[in-house]
């Protein structure tokens, strides 16, 4: 991955994580259903989708090559290595 590809992925993960924080602190502080509560709720949205758009254009592994099982288990996200 290009070094700039890798910076872009780094700040957006960055802000994402940032906000992710703050909600959950809010969270913890009973601060759910407050405008604050909205206003994050609506920038973590924002921030997820740019990471998601970002995200899209990056290249796929090939599993293959690294050897990872493609198939994923049914009661999870996680991929099994070959």
Known sequence: MPLEKKFTAYQLLRELD???SSIMNQIAYGRIGSLSWKET???HREIFEKWMS?????????????????????????????
Do not use: K, M, W, Y
């Open 54 to 82: 970002f995200a899209a254009t990056l290249d796929s592994p090939d599993l293959h090559n690294l050897g990872i099982e493609a198939s994923r288990d049914t009661d999870s996200d996680e991929v099994r290595p070959a």
């Open 18 to 20: 940032a906000v992710t």
């Open 41 to 43: 709720q609506a920038l």
